[in-house]
């Protein structure tokens, strides 16, 4: 377990964990290990939200610390899904647009989106005090992750790439720990958050399922895209879920 969560350490990070064949086939065959690396940029991320700063200072902090962690691969996955998801035309010109390497209006649409709305949605989990913040945020990455397990066990591997080397080599089975180990991240929850992290926690995955389902329809199954574009919707839509979920109960 240790030799894959270091291999999607080095896969869904940029922490220098020493990557291996060894770790990269462990992880391939391991969901679970997605959460892992979630609870790791997860806690990272959240620490800016613990400290006694202006909210807006330690939104900008949980931002720059979460891209410095995971790097752009993710976010450049989006791109290239929005500017497949602009093109007009046949599925062909999908796969097409896909894979050039220019980023058109498309793909910046959905990334500055995403990012104006992860900012939003993290000053909503700022608002309701250390704390709760700390376990939103660590609760949405753990989520996405969950979202990028589900895609990696249970889609059907697109063009050939880093994506469908993760991409089936699991099945419904090896998801069965990811249920408890997400659950980690609603224990002990501070007083009145269980509702939100238990919202918080099921977006993730939600989201993922709609992206690879209009993956497999429109882009001939799951690519590494398209699971970087399930984490970064899937963060966005359970940050924001767990905001709604607070305030209003």
Not at 27 to 32: E, N, Q, S, W
Not at 154 to 162: D, K, Q, R, S, Y
Request: with cysteine; aromatic share 4%.
């Amino acid at each position: 377990m240790l030799t894959a969560v270091r291999g999607a350490l080095a896969f869904l990070t940029r922490l220098p964990v020493g990557a291996s064949e060894a770790a990269w086939d462990a992880f391939r065959r391991t969901p679970v290990a997605f959460l892992a690396a979630g609870y790791v940029v997860g806690a990272l991320a959240a620490l800016p939200l613990s400290l006694p700063v202006p909210v807006s200072t330690a939104v900008a902090g949980y931002l720059l610390v979460l891209y410095l962690v995971t790097g752009v691969t993710h976010a450049d996955g989006l791109a290239d899904c929005g500017d497949a998801a602009a093109t007009h035309g046949s599925d062909t010109d999908r796969r097409a647009a896909l894979k050039d390497a220019q980023t058109g209006v498309g793909g910046a649409l959905a990334v500055s989106l995403a990012l104006v709305t992860l900012a939003l949605g993290a000053l909503g989990v700022a608002g309701a005090g250390p704390r709760v913040a700390v376990r939103l945020a660590l609760a949405a990455e753990v989520s996405a992750k969950a979202g990028m397990a589900t895609l990696a066990a249970l889609g059907t591997p697109g063009h050939e790439g880093l994506g469908s080397a993760v991409v089936g080599e699991s099945d419904a089975i090896g998801l069965l720990p990811v249920v408890p180990v997400a659950g980690l991240a609603a224990v002990a929850a501070p007083t009145g958050s269980g509702p939100a992290l238990v919202a918080t926690l099921l977006a993730g995955p939600a989201v993922a399922l709609v992206v690879g389902r209009w993956g497999a329809r429109r882009l001939g199954g799951v690519t590494g895209d398209v699971l970087g574009a399930a984490n970064e919707l899937g963060r966005v839509a359970a940050l924001h879920a767990g905001v709604v979920v607070w305030t209003l109960w």
